[in-house]
């Protein structure tokens, strides 16, 4: 069954420290794409990046880089030199492209980062 | 431009009482999606619409939830004879395309809550 684990459910770190947030995904599917999503405490879900299961190479935008791995099944998204904006909660989710027509996200429980000054 | 806007913005609703949500998903997207999002959870899904149709509602947790898109835009969501139980976020979402892949654009969702 498809499924999206996020075993970090807080993480706490003062301003300028490197983060790595946790994402680890179950699917059948030979196609997928995997998120990242961001919501801060406004509630608004923000979107970070895609992912498809084909492409492997790592990406990186800014402070923020993302590295997917599928022989561990892993989409873990790092911060570097954190700023107390990036406090939020943060998910990863999972798009089957196959068993599933509608392109619906299953999304992680989330892991809440909180960066301190 | 506009993005996906939801109201209201907040709702207690007494249990027992029917609730309606609203979406207004952005101009021109195909497809809107419902998910609901429990305190410290991550969201679920609900249902699918591509245009009018709605073609996925096993999300759906109850015969008491209702959703429609009669002209293929606006979206609601009902929900009858509330229940403790649904006290949570309704976000809803929409996206260009209509399978995977396509980023979704969510709303600030609807807070219900049932007392």
């Known amino acids: 069954a498809q499924k999206v684990t996020q075993a970090q459910t807080e993480i706490s770190v003062v301003e300028k420290e490197d983060v790595t947030l946790d994402c680890v995904y179950e699917?059948?599917?030979?196609?997928?794409?995997l998120f990242w999503y961001k919501q801060p405490p406004s509630g608004e879900l923000v979107f970070l990046i895609r992912r498809n299961s084909f492409d492997e190479q790592n990406e990186i935008s800014g402070r923020y880089s993302w590295n997917f791995q599928k022989s561990t099944s892993s989409f873990n998204f790092t911060i570097t030199a954190s700023q107390v904006v990036d406090s939020a909660v943060y998910f990863c989710?999972?798009?089957?492209?196959?068993?599933?027509?509608?392109?619906?996200?299953?999304f992680g429980q989330g892991t809440t980062l909180q960066v301190k000054p | 431009g506009a993005g996906v806007s939801q109201s209201p913005r907040y709702k207690v609703a007494k249990r027992g009482q029917d609730v309606a949500l609203r979406c207004d998903p952005i101009s021109g997207h195909v497809s809107l999606f419902w998910y609901q999002q429990a305190l410290g959870q991550g969201p679920e899904f609900l249902t699918y619409f591509q245009n009018e149709a709605q073609l996925d509602k096993s999300g759906l947790p109850s015969d008491r939830f209702f959703a429609e898109r009669p002209e293929g835009s606006v979206s609601t969501l009902k929900i009858q004879r509330t229940q403790q139980e649904d006290s949570a976020v309704y976000l809803c979402?929409?996206?260009?395309?209509?399978?995977?892949?396509?980023?979704?654009?969510f709303g600030p969702g609807t807070r219900l809550t049932v007392t």
């Open positions: 699917t059948r599917d030979t196609t997928y794409y």
């Open positions: 979402a929409s996206s260009l395309g209509t399978r995977g892949g396509y980023e979704q654009y």
């Open positions: 989710a999972l798009s089957e492209a196959i068993s599933s027509n509608t392109g619906k996200l299953i």
